[in-house]
């Protein structure tokens, strides 16, 4: 009978298990032990462990060390450390410690319910150890952030002759992805042929993933296709590298694909695609996944839902966003940081505050990404109280401590405020080593309240932490330029030839019947070039006559007629024109540009605005814009530090290579 009962559990079926065990007429040790196992095992550790409570009351049976090594990792997938913590009492009392299976038990349970240094401490008293005794540590340390000593639990298992598993390869892959160890990755990848688990496919797409996070999507993408027998995780891994990786035409591809192929997606699939989409920021796109999501009803997944609310304020549709946001029964901390983020990132500071402000009263408690996201909207309203206040009630109330990206949105907050001096004193009283993005924030903010001095010395710690970044070189001589400080400007331009640094060209792509535009500055191999300059000329001239005045403050040594010519050419500039050329009236044109919005550039898109009785929504590399009847949803107040680890490049002149004459080379 107890056999019968242990097939069906085996086979899945838990439930005619349940039922053969429940007419039993007698019922020993084993058959508890097999009833339960089938549980834990089936995913149903709740009813597990409520079986073992039952089997106690009944008072026939006391639970053996079969029993706690079935009842260790129900805990450990319910996360109940208290119950966890009692079955390890019971295990000390009984003398259970010295099996090797009941310790890897616990190793395993303690590290999935995030005590990963009491998992060590048993780990390092166990007399002997299996694989599967590493495998638990290796797994822990990994699944709790933990990857250098993953890797290091890893290299000693081979030391000391253990043959991996799957399991290991696995973890270890992870660790290696996490910490973006490619070297260690592709022994890994050695070790994985050796051992002949190249035909595994949870292995490989382990490896997928590993060599996505690495930025090698191009090997990635080779495993893939040599994969013959993929599942829904080999594509949901290869469409999530795609996607983290910037290709969003092939995330979108293989998306289309697998649907061809009738393989339904999941939840992940769906994060990934909209993700994806998110980043290329075309409204139509972000319709037609919404669409989907909905038919196949993984909209009501709360992690889809999040993701749909994030695409759309990175679509331009902050509204929208908000309308998804308020249907939602069920909403995760992401989700809320996904709104509190989407206004910031639009101009709407208030909203973003009041939202902050109802979540507190709520039961989803804030994290770090909380505070970033409110204090980052703060700075991009200009609310530097309320971001001080923000940044003091993170630690003190909620005991967050916080990350280099909290200092770099404070020290933006502050500085672009024109409190300089108060930022500089921010910085050096910071308990860690600031870094890029603090001193980032601190040249942006000298630059625009034209403090050389502070300027200068942010630039010389920008140089020493990374002397080869481009954007910080084309910011400080944007500083200088602003100063009329031509000699230092020049003196930049050698520093970046002598090192062979090269600005990033400015990019604007404009979306427009099923197709997307590129336009750079400049550039002239659109059909219709000849038609866009043309047009920005009596454009131009209406603009002006409604009170634009060109800003030529960074272009040095050349005629004005000239240094107008240079300023019209700007990549979104074109885009703009483009879209007024090929839409009718009152059609809102949405941009987006890989750098920041220039200065002229956000004049003269308001002045178009004003005349042209045109929305135009530009989205730049930290924000969006909003264009209307000659104002701009920014207030003028455009933040310049740097967020969630985005390197600054705020240049005035984001598109224009002329600081001086030969800056075009």
Avoid at 174 to 197: D, F, M, P
Avoid at 377 to 392: D, I, L, P, R, W
């Amino acid at each position: 009978m107890t056999s019968v009962v242990n097939l069906y559990a085996k086979c899945g079926m838990v439930g005619d298990a349940y039922k053969m065990f429940d007419r039993m007429p007698e019922k020993d040790l084993v058959c508890w032990n097999t009833v339960i196992s089938g549980y834990a095992q089936n995913g149903m550790s709740k009813r597990a462990l409520e079986l073992v409570l039952r089997m106690q009351e009944e008072g026939c049976n006391r639970p053996d060390s079969v029993t706690v090594v079935s009842m260790l990792p129900a805990c450990a997938a319910i996360g109940s450390l208290q119950m966890g913590k009692s079955i390890h009492g019971y295990v000390f009392r009984n003398g259970f410690e010295s099996l090797v299976n009941v310790s890897t038990a616990l190793v395993d349970m303690y590290a999935k319910c995030g005590s990963v240094g009491t998992a060590r401490l048993i780990f390092d008293k166990m007399d002997s150890m299996t694989v599967v005794s590493l495998n638990a540590m290796i797994d822990g340390y990994a699944r709790n952030g933990y990857y250098d000593e993953a890797l290091v639990i890893f290299q000693r298992m081979l030391d000391e002759g253990f043959k991996p598993t799957n399991v290991t390869i696995m973890s270890t892959l992870h660790a290696c992805a996490e910490s973006r160890n490619i070297e260690l990755g592709q022994y890994v990848h050695k070790l994985v042929n050796q051992l002949g688990l190249g035909s595994n496919v949870a292995v490989v797409n382990s490896l997928i993933s590993m060599y996505c996070k690495c930025q090698r999507v191009d090997i990635a993408a080779e495993l893939f296709e040599n994969l013959k027998e993929r599942t829904l995780v080999s594509w949901n891994a290869m469409i999530l590298g795609y996607a983290q990786n910037g290709c969003v035409m092939d995330a979108l591809t293989n998306f289309c694909k697998m649907h061809l192929q009738n393989i339904k997606p999941d939840s992940f699939t769906m994060v990934s695609v909209v993700t994806a989409l998110a980043e290329l920021s075309v409204l139509r796109q972000a319709k037609w996944i919404h669409g989907f999501s909905v038919r196949t009803c993984l909209n009501r997944n709360v992690f889809v839902a999040t993701a749909l609310v994030d695409m759309y304020a990175k679509c331009g549709a902050v509204h929208t966003a908000r309308k998804l946001f308020d249907m939602m029964d069920d909403r995760h901390v992401t989700t809320w940081n996904a709104m509190i983020d989407g206004y910031g990132t639009h101009g709407y500071g208030k909203e973003a505050v009041e939202l902050f402000e109802e979540m507190r009263k709520g039961h989803v408690e804030p994290n770090d990404i909380t505070f970033l996201c409110v204090i980052s909207a703060c700075s991009h309203s200009g609310f530097v109280e309320k971001g001080q206040n923000y940044f003091m009630i993170m630690r003190e109330v909620y005991s967050l401590e916080p990350s280099m990206d909290h200092y770099g949105a404070m020290v933006d907050l502050i500085g672009r405020a024109g409190r300089l001096s108060e930022a500089w004193k921010f910085i050096n009283n910071m308990p860690i080593k600031p870094g890029l993005n603090v001193y980032g924030a601190m040249l942006g903010a000298c630059k625009i309240h034209k403090n050389i001095d502070l300027g200068e010395k942010a630039a010389d710690k920008l140089f020493e932490l990374d002397p080869n970044d481009g954007g910080y070189h084309v910011l400080l001589a944007n500083m200088y330029a602003t100063a009329s400080m031509w000699h230092k400007v020049a003196k930049v331009r050698t520093m970046m030839e002598r090192k062979g640094i090269q600005k990033t060209p400015g990019c604007s792509l404009v979306d427009l019947r099923n197709e997307v535009h590129t336009f750079y500055s400049g550039s002239t191999s659109h059909p219709q070039s000849e038609k866009i300059y043309a047009y920005l000329e009596k454009l131009f001239d209406r603009i002006k006559a409604a009170g634009y005045i060109p800003d030529t403050d960074s272009i040095h040594d050349v005629e004005d007629d000239v240094q107008e010519q240079l300023l019209k050419s700007h990549s979104e500039k074109l885009a703009i024109a483009f879209g007024l050329l090929n839409t009718s009236a009152g059609t809102t044109i949405h941009i987006r540009k890989n750098l920041r919005v220039c200065g002229d550039c956000h004049s003269a898109t308001k002045y178009i605005s004003l005349v042209m009785k045109r929305e135009i929504i530009v989205r730049d590399m930290h924000r969006f814009h909003h264009f209307k009847d000659g104002s701009c949803s920014c207030g003028d107040y455009c933040p310049i530090g740097t967020f969630r680890g985005i390197e600054l490049r705020n240049i005035i002149c984001s598109d224009c290579q002329h600081l001086q004459p030969t800056w075009k080379n």
